[in-house]
Nanobody, 129 residues
Framework: QVQLVESGGGSVQAGGSLRLSCAAS????????IGWFRQAPGKEREGVAA????????YYDDSVKGRFTISQDNAKNTLYLQMNSLKPEDTGMYYC??????????????????????WGQGTQVTVSS
């Protein structure tokens, strides 16, 4: 059973930084996307960043490029999201998610949340102006 547990959220002022962590356990599949999504009140969930384990490729939403960095510590089975230069529009619940990929299948869009079958409970990020 896959478990994804997020931590590191909080309240910061605009321009500040936070580092989110996602502790993963029970992942037995060898190839997958693992990433971060967020959802602001009244808005749809959107992909923030993801990492493709087959080759280490990383993907970012345009709104966070240059400010956020996704990384993985395989020894600790932990995924991170370093968030710098935070803006009020970054406010939302942040979720860690994993998508199993079989037989060479790679989704056309890394940010398609219907491709992700395992989700954490989320951690809240609030950025004030």
């Amino acid at each position: 059973q896959v478990q994804l547990v997020e931590s590191g959220g909080g309240s910061v002022q605009a321009g500040g930084s936070l580092r989110l962590s996602c502790a993963a356990s029970g992942i037995t599949y060898s190839t997958y996307y693992i990433g971060w999504f967020r959802q602001a009140p009244g808005k749809e969930r959107e992909g923030v960043a993801a990492l493709y384990t087959a080759d280490g490729s990383t993907y970012y939403d345009d709104s966070v490029k240059g400010r956020f960095t996704i990384s993985q510590d395989n020894a600790k089975n932990t995924l991170y999201l370093q968030m710098n230069s935070l803006k009020p529009e970054d406010t939302g619940m942040y979720y860690c998610a994993a998508a199993r990929l079989y037989n060479g299948y790679v989704p056309a869009e890394w940010s398609a949340d219907n491709e992700y079958g395992d989700w954490g409970q989320g951690t809240q990020v609030t950025v004030s102006s």
